[in-house]
């Protein structure tokens, strides 16, 4: 299995509160990916990174920031949690030529409720 | 953008039917994935496919680029096979990342 590992794994945290999701991979993969999984919309991307530093928007990125000054690390940031926000995110790394012609590899998901 | 369609949304079978799962999308691709995803949540790469017929194990996955069209068969099916199965392609539009289908749940039934 590939090497990725999402933390936290469950968070509850309260409206306005910000919260910051870590992914961390032992790959050495170039590009990294926020999705969020919600009933009825499935698997939506909300940002990702080409590089160390290189990162851009999906298709729902309002509201969410993401920072990445490592190769191994790609964090999600709320900045203000709101109960739209509640989901299950996953993160996801693949190796070269653009998210669409490698596989993709996933972590295990960090389930997040937002009261 | 790119949109996904799966169907059947639903399907429940008894154990040893052949399955099959459809995915048509909307924009031609450069490669489609098939992943599935466990009741427990995870999510594994089944397979990416850019043209033709791939095989692993009990399931294989065809493309038709020119229709637009995928299937996802499964062959002997077994209540281990059940899960969500999920079609998903390049998003398109100038963003990177996957556009996925809302998923197909499959039940085998011993």
């Known amino acids: 299995d590939a090497g990725i590992t999402q933390s936290p794994r469950h968070k509850v945290t309260e409206t306005g509160t910000p919260v910051t999701l870590r992914c961390h991979q032992t790959?050495?993969?170039?590009?990294m990916y926020w999705y969020r999984q919600d009933p009825g919309h499935g698997l939506r991307l909300i940002h990702y990174?080409?590089?160390?530093?290189?990162?851009d928007k999906g298709e729902v990125s309002d509201g969410y920031s993401v920072s990445r000054s490592k190769t191994e690390d790609f964090l999600l940031t709320l900045e203000s949690a709101t109960s739209s926000q509640t989901s299950v995110y996953f993160c996801?790394?693949?190796?070269?030529?653009?998210?669409?012609?490698?596989?993709?590899?996933f972590g295990d998901g960090t389930r997040l409720s937002i009261l | 953008k790119n949109e996904v369609e799966q169907s059947p949304q639903n399907l429940t079978a008894q154990e040893g039917e052949f399955i099959t799962i459809n995915c048509s999308y909307s924009?031609?691709?450069?490669?489609l994935h098939w992943l599935q995803q466990h009741p427990g949540g995870g999510i594994v790469s089944l397979f990416m496919?850019?043209?033709g017929k791939k095989k692993h194990g009990r399931l294989i996955a065809t493309i038709n680029i020119q229709e637009k069209h995928s299937s996802l068969h499964i062959t002997a099916s077994h209540p281990r096979d059940s899960a969500v199965y999920i079609c998903?392609?390049?998003?398109?539009?100038?963003?990177?990342?996957?556009?996925f289908g809302k998923g197909t749940h499959l039940i085998i039934q011993p």
């Open positions: 790959e050495n993969h170039r590009y």
């Open positions: 998903a392609v390049r998003g398109g539009g100038g963003a990177d990342g996957l556009t």
């Open positions: 996801a790394i693949s190796d070269g030529g653009g998210g669409g012609i490698q596989p993709q590899h």
């Open positions: 496919l850019s043209s």
């Open positions: 990174s080409y590089g160390v530093k290189d990162t």
């Open positions: 924009v031609g691709i450069s490669a």
